[in-house]
């Protein structure tokens, strides 16, 4: 079974350009979550959908970042513009169990490393 | 005070050794304690978890928790090079609530 898939790896971008993150989940998984991670702060949850559904997006940093999920195998993760402070590593990750009495396995995947210059 | 407070590390021991890595929380509503792996470059995945207080095993790996202290450990036995590698731990209520990580323990097993 193919995990999840994200692209591109690496993303390296000059100030104020426009990144677009993508995000393809386990097939079968119903809730799909955008984290963010970096030395300073960890790994930080930014928005979570349920069956394609923004449920909490309280995460999500600044009107700068925006997330969508048109269908179940797909989602975005877009920041416009981007400044330097943007610069981490985004992970999506699926769940086939959430909010119905799961444990709290995330499936992840490898994450896009995004520089902004 | 943060929610999840863990030690960054880095934490370098020798091959055979036993690892003890743990995570202090907040939030007394936690019900299940997992843990979570990250090799360099890839993202976290589940290593195990365990639900309210006590301990699991898993081969070499040991999950304990304490709710009255509110303090998760994770004890590594026969400690191998493939074990290094961040381990994050992730306290969690259930249901549909967010799953908040610690900022992980970077571990290395030398040679």
């Known amino acids: 079974d193919a995990g999840v898939i994200q692209s591109p790896r690496h993303e390296v971008t000059e100030m104020g350009q426009e990144v677009t993150l993508r995000c393809k989940p386990i097939s079968g998984h119903n809730s799909l979550f955008w984290y963010r991670q970096t030395m300073m702060r960890g790994l930080e949850l930014l928005i979570y959908f349920n069956n394609n559904v923004p449920i909490d997006d309280s995460g999500m940093p600044e009107d700068r970042f925006s997330a969508k999920m048109p269908n179940a195998s797909f989602s975005t993760l877009k920041i416009q513009p981007s400044e330097p402070r943007d610069s981490a590593v985004y992970f999506c990750?699926?769940?086939?169990?959430w909010g119905q009495g799961g444990t709290g396995e995330l499936f992840f995947g490898e994450g896009s490393r995004l520089t902004v210059l | 005070q943060k929610e999840v407070e863990q030690d960054p590390g880095p934490l370098s021991v020798p091959e055979g050794a036993i690892v003890s890595l743990n995570c202090t929380y907040s939030n007394s509503a936690f019900q299940y304690f997992m843990w979570y792996r990250q090799y360099s470059r890839k993202g976290p995945e589940l290593l195990m978890y365990t639900y309210s207080s006590g301990n699991k095993e898993d081969g070499r790996f040991t999950a304990q928790v304490d709710k009255s202290s509110k303090y998760i450990s994770l004890f590594i036995r026969d400690s191998q090079p493939s074990d290094s590698a961040t381990y994050l731990c992730a306290p969690f209520t259930g249901g549909g609530n967010k799953l908040t990580f610690g900022t992980g323990t970077q571990l290395k097993v030398e040679l």
């Open positions: 990750a699926s769940s086939p169990t």
